[in-house]
């Protein structure tokens, strides 16, 4: 089992700048792919960010095209925490954030049923 907390959420004006954090507990390991998604009132869940291990032993990084240049994805494995840190808000990041786990050796994760374990969320809101 795997738990995962997330923190950082909150109300932020728009070009402002939150992080979010994800800690891992339990079963961790820093191979496991690390994804956040975000999910807004009335929409399903969508991809942001996923960090993976790849075969040369270093972390990839990735992002949906909605968030390019603005939000990075980040861990740090002797704390079992990944980051997301979000630059450039807009009101359309509104959203609950959640955090995910895999551990099936994923080389990007951009669906919500590759992923294990979630967070409970945390709620980011931009406003205007």
């Known amino acids: 089992q795997v738990q995962l907390v997330e923190s950082g959420g909150g109300l932020v004006q728009a070009g402002g700048s939150l992080r979010l954090s994800c800690v891992a507990s339990?079963?961790?390991?820093?191979?496991?792919?690390m994804g956040w998604f975000r999910q807004a009132p009335g929409k399903e869940r969508e991809f942001v960010a996923t960090?993976?291990?790849?075969?040369?032993?270093?972390?990839?990084?990735d992002s949906a095209d909605s968030v390019k240049g603005r939000f990075t994805i980040f861990r740090d494995s002797a704390k079992n925490t990944v980051y997301l840190q979000m630059n450039s808000l807009k009101p359309e990041d509104t959203a609950v954030y959640y955090c995910?786990?895999?551990?099936?050796?994923?080389?990007?994760?951009?669906?919500?049923?590759?992923?294990?374990?979630w967070g409970q969320g945390t709620q980011v809101t931009v406003s205007s």
């Open positions: 995910a786990a895999s551990f099936r050796g994923l080389r990007v994760g951009v669906w919500p049923r590759e992923y294990d374990y």
């Open positions: 339990g079963r961790t390991d820093s191979r496991a792919a």
């Open positions: 960090t993976s291990w790849t075969a040369t032993s270093t972390y990839r990084a």
